[in-house]
């Protein structure tokens, strides 16, 4: 992110989400990332500012987050480590709908996306399972864009930033 010009800090506890104009909710261990957040009271701030329309990336476990059962900003039911266990983990070329050339995806661990509603744009599948979905402002997908530094999911956050914003393309 810092990368394409964004000021880019962690979010930890609710005072760290003052002032965001976009979020990213990595990858990592869900059933961590969902104590952190009781722990820290994040839920409802979180509900908050995603709720309010700030453009929000989550990759991989971040997907498993945004979802019905744990945040339910996005309208879709997920399956956790669905492709298998760590050693199952995989590399596939992706048509991605809005990427002209694809996009090299990285699977570890990966959820996929079980059910969805109607307001949810499926972007790419893998074995007939949805692993990109979006909804509003915003994109949620099953792996890991940053592994092989493609910049293009980072750079369609960035840019809905400058479109709530009310800058021009750039």
């Known amino acids: 992110m810092e990368g394409l010009g964004a000021h880019v800090r962690e979010v930890r506890t609710p005072a760290d989400l003052e002032g965001l104009q976009a979020l990213v909710i990595p990858g990592g261990e869900s059933t961590t990332m969902t104590l952190g957040i009781e722990r820290e009271g994040l839920a409802e701030p979180l509900r ?3 709720g309010g329309g700030v453009p ?9 987050m945004l979802d019905r059962d744990h945040l339910g900003l996005l ?3 997920t ?3 669905a492709f298998g266990r760590q050693v199952r983990s995989f590399e596939v070329d992706l048509d991605l709908t809005g ?4 996009m090299r995806a990285v699977f ?11 307001g949810v744009e499926v972007l790419a599948e893998v074995e007939h ?7 509003d402002d915003i994109l949620a997908v ?12 980072h750079g369609w956050l960035l840019e809905r930033v400058r479109r709530r914003n009310g800058e021009r393309d750039s």
């Open 48 to 50: 908050d500012l995603i």
């Open 56 to 64: 929000t990336l989550g990759t991989c476990a971040g997907l498993i």
């Open 75 to 77: 309208d879709v039911a």
């Open 79 to 81: 399956e956790r480590n």
């Open 99 to 102: 990427l002209a050339d694809g």
């Open 108 to 118: 570890i661990r990966a959820p996929w996306v079980t059910e969805w509603g109607d």
């Open 129 to 135: 399972h949805p692993v990109a979905v979006r909804q």
């Open 142 to 153: 099953a792996f890991h864009p940053e592994i092989d530094g493609d910049t293009r999911l």
